[in-house]
């Protein structure tokens, strides 16, 4: 009784199973019978596996061809598969047990000549192969430069089927690992001095950027709100390695890699449109969800234009995700986990008509109110700080150019170095990040800058959740100060802008 065996990767969220093929070559009649909870895209895998091993000169099975996919009870799908189908029905059908095939992992899908296509999910598969103490992974040509990014295991590039089974026999060669890709070159950053006064958003965009926190920003059209948040992703340093594989992950299983220079080092701006659903925005559809916006800004910026326009149910999904940092998504086929540890910017007009001096309003209080109440109040309160900006006066046209991005920059790094070294035993490398026990107790600050933060509670200005929120900016602007501790006048400054009082 032929059989063949091959090994491929089923991916679960941004974790991967390691999956066995077999195929059982049996009399009966012709027909090809494949089990282990397939999708509809695997289901067809069928056809195309079969055009392609007849379209490289090999023979296909004139009896009952079984195809079992293990674990049996794993819902499985997409066209990833087809490489290691493929190679288990030419060891069966061939009847040859190649070593280098119990021992490499197979991830590609086929076109009916025999051609490798890329797919999606390459470098989580890879890395479970890794974990999984593999030693070789062969992968489409195209996604050869993506799985080179994985150290400590041989990794292959193949164009063709026919290649493959040569390899397999010891009669040809497969591209090696990619050691000379060309290095990631992000976009080009907006200057922070285009932008035209304001001086207290850029203040507020500045302690945004050294800790991490969320910002809202709201005022008529025309005056730079937009503008700044798109400046926020040239302030933040370069993405650490580990950082950068694991948002290189989440992009990889979302297709949205560029394919000569997979590796992200710079934290990603996402900014979906204000008509976006909540499979959109957090992650969805059938079997097991996909990475929605929330997870691909995973580790950069979530920039939300007229929030206020987006719907209710969208805004309030955001809640789990900016708390917990993560999100968690359940489908038909299980649970999918991906991290979502973004920095959230928020910009809106101050009512519906949006003049541009806010004299010609022709907005009721009613309909104001209702504009300005989209975000309910326990999301507000997950915002860190917030800034009202005005039309600017004709004379700032005339004022020295603003501070460069380059200049924050550097002050930004310095900031979020002495927060990532004070925070390294706990774990963290933000300010935004850090436990409210923590704040509280261990890097509690003393009690001159403490009688200032209770004042704000006792008056009930605070909730403890905004008192932990208001400590983390003080301890953001105490880096950028270049202090071991926040004062009473940084709480007090941490204060203004948690509560909206700055403009």
Known sequence: MPLGRAFAVAIRGLDGVTVEIEADITGGLPGVHLV??????LQEARD???AAITNCGNSWPDTRLTLALSPA?????GSMYDLALASAVLSAHLKTSWARLEKTVLLGELALDGRVRPVHGVLPAVLAAKRDGWQSVVVPLDNLAEASLVDGID??????????QDWFGGKGQLAGRITDAAPYVPPECRDLADLIGQTAARVAVEIAAAGAHHL???????IGKTMLAQRVPGLLPPLTEEEAIEVTAIHSIAGTLAPDTPLITRPP???PHHSSTVAAMVGGGTGIARPGAVSRAHRGVLFLDEYAEVGTNVLESLRTPLEEGEIRLARRDGVARYPAR???ILAANPCPCAPTDPKDCLCNAGAKRRYQGKLSGPLVDRVDLKVEMHPIRAGAFTHEVGESTAAVRSRVAAARAAAAQRWQPIGVRTNAEVPGPALRQRFRPGDATMAVLRAAVDRGKLNLRG???TLRIAWSIADLAGVNSPTPDHVATALSFRQGGVS
């Open 269 to 271: 701006f996402i900014a």
């Open 73 to 77: 009870t794993l819902p499985k799908g």
């Open 342 to 344: 973004f920095q959230l």
């Open 216 to 222: 809202m920003l709201t005022g008529p059209p025309g």
């Open 467 to 469: 008192a932990d929120r």
């Open 48 to 50: 195309r596996v079969r």
């Open 155 to 164: 990794v292959w590039g193949v164009p063709h089927l026919r290649q493959l």
């Open 36 to 41: 282990g909870l397939p999708d509809t895209a």
